[in-house]
């Protein structure tokens, strides 16, 4: 055990240089503007940089090519550290914030989930709220994909890493015969479209900070924002416009994205299985809850009703919980579709979580096969997805899936209904959590923060977060007896 955790702590180190090294945007912007958060970064910094140094340094002379429980232990070693350094700038800043509401609210940025215990946000350094949505900026993509561009330079190879961490099909996806150089197009894909959305946000109105906080947010489809009105702050349909595009595109498998720019060509978007389920499911959505509210009456005429419904009808949908109502206020039926479409709607590949648009076409496709099969023995009726047959052991594995995502639902709902939550605010937190989609309903509601929760319940719902952002399996199989033999 001793020499299998060496060589992970060398790479965990590095992991937790380069966070560190990424805590200097923040302080560079305290240091430009004067805000007062400066002495938080300084000490942040220096702790992270040390610890991630020595950590390195420890296990350097025992470098060697992850094997498969090497990538699986330091995948969630990774991810259970790293909030522990992203809360320190609010630790430091806050000093009445508690431990456990600062882990939640890191824990939150890097998966990108987007739920909040802080309310106040409006009078927050905008260094602080830059470093909150900068969190969902390197969780978006995943920070480990990030550090696997650079492990082969001090020689670390880091393919099991990157089979850990990337989600769904995207596992077995090799866009260019190298890892490394796959790493390296996914976060070029993804720094072009966010570097797009901070243009879009400064014409629409944004100041140069301001539109950079919110383009890290929007394409990490994450939902924090530096305003306690969220979006809604800036009453503009050319914003809500540009956040709700922007976050179709992060909902997009990224492998799309970057093989359409290296090759100069929409073909990809074509011939992508997800993009037209995806699509169609969320607009005809918006478009079904413009009507229910119109009919209603919640608001006084369709357009109204349309622009707010489908704005944070895309963002429950994607997954990126930015709001410009309090949905709280609608008919119970239209927070329960949006917080179901955040379950399925985004594609494998793209920053957005719940169980992928991938999943629940297959799942639909055997469903399909099974009835067919009642009918007709004695067929051979394949399931097929974008023209290629799906081997039988897929299904099974998205069944399997499919069982653990709703038993944990399950259970994760009993247990915060147990802890003296009622059934609305415990499901819902739960599926926010468990689909990193970041608001729900009740008193966990686009309009109100988490701060309401017990500190037992808040750590339920962080666990929830972490078990979502590492797909279930990632995180369950270390906490099996047989991963931890020989």
């Not at 330091?74 to 800043?93: D, N, R, S």
């Not at 991938?358 to 394949?382: F, S």
């Not at 499919?402 to 415990?426: E, K, N, P």
Request: charged share 10%; hydrophobic share 55%.
């Amino acid at each position: 055990m001793h020499r299998r955790l060496l060589p992970i702590l060398n790479v965990l180190g590095l992991v937790i240089v380069v966070f560190g090294l990424s805590m200097l945007v923040p302080l560079l912007i305290s240091l430009a503007l004067g805000d007062d958060a400066r002495s938080a970064f300084d000490e942040s910094f220096l702790a992270t940089f040390v610890i991630g140094l020595v950590l390195w340094l420890t296990g350097r002379l025992h470098r060697r090519e992850l094997k498969a429980r090497d990538g699986f232990l330091l995948v969630v070693m990774i991810w259970l550290l790293l909030p522990v350094f992203g809360a320190q700038p609010l630790l430091f800043y806050l000093p009445g914030l508690s431990f456990t509401d600062a882990y939640f609210e890191a824990m939150s940025g890097l998966t990108t989930t987007g739920a909040t215990v802080l309310s106040g946000l409006d009078g927050l350094p905008p260094s602080i709220n830059l470093w909150r949505t900068q969190m969902h900026f390197i969780g978006g993509m995943g920070v480990i994909v990030l550090v696997v561009a650079v492990l082969p330079i001090l020689g670390v190879g880091g393919r099991q890493m990157f089979k850990a961490e990337t989600p769904g099909p995207m596992k077995d996806t090799k866009l260019t015969p190298r890892m490394t150089e796959t790493a390296k197009g996914l976060w070029l894909a993804y720094m072009l479209l966010t570097a797009a959305c901070i243009l879009a946000f400064y014409a629409g109105g944004m100041g140069w900070l301001e539109a950079l906080t919110h383009a890290f947010s929007v394409m990490g489809l994450g939902g924090f924002s530096s305003h306690d009105a969220s979006l809604g702050y800036f009453h503009s349909a050319t914003l809500e416009a540009i956040a709700g595009g922007f976050a179709l595109l992060a909902g997009i498998n990224f492998a799309t994205h970057f093989m359409a720019l290296s090759g100069h060509s929409f073909k990809p978007y074509r011939y992508d299985p997800e993009i037209r389920w995806f699509l169609s499911v969320v607009l005809l959505s918006c478009l079904g809850l413009a009507l229910l509210l119109w009919y209603l009456h919640v608001y006084p005429d369709f357009l109204t009703a349309l622009r707010y419904a489908t704005f944070n009808t895309i963002s429950m949908a994607t997954t990126l919980g930015l709001s410009t109502a309090d949905y709280n206020t609608w008919p119970l039926f239209a927070g329960l579709w949006m917080l179901f479409l955040s379950s399925f709607s985004t594609s494998a590949g793209s920053t957005g979580g719940g169980i992928k648009m991938m999943r629940a076409i297959l799942l639909y496709k055997q469903v399909y096969r099974e009835l067919v099969k009642l009918l007709h023995p004695n067929a051979e009726t394949p399931t097929k997805l974008g023209g290629v047959v799906v081997p039988n052991k897929i299904i099974y594995a998205v069944l399997a899936f499919m069982f653990i995502y709703v038993a944990a639902i399950v259970l994760l709902s009993f247990i915060l209904i147990a802890s003296g939550l009622d059934v609305v605010t415990a499901f819902s937190a739960v599926v926010a959590t468990i689909d990193n989609t970041g608001p729900g309903l009740g008193r966990v509601g686009s309009a109100t923060t988490y701060a309401a929760l017990t500190d037992f319940q808040t750590w339920v719902c962080t666990f929830s977060m972490l078990l979502g952002r590492l797909e279930l399996f990632t995180l369950l199989v270390v906490l099996t007896p047989v991963f931890w033999k020989k």
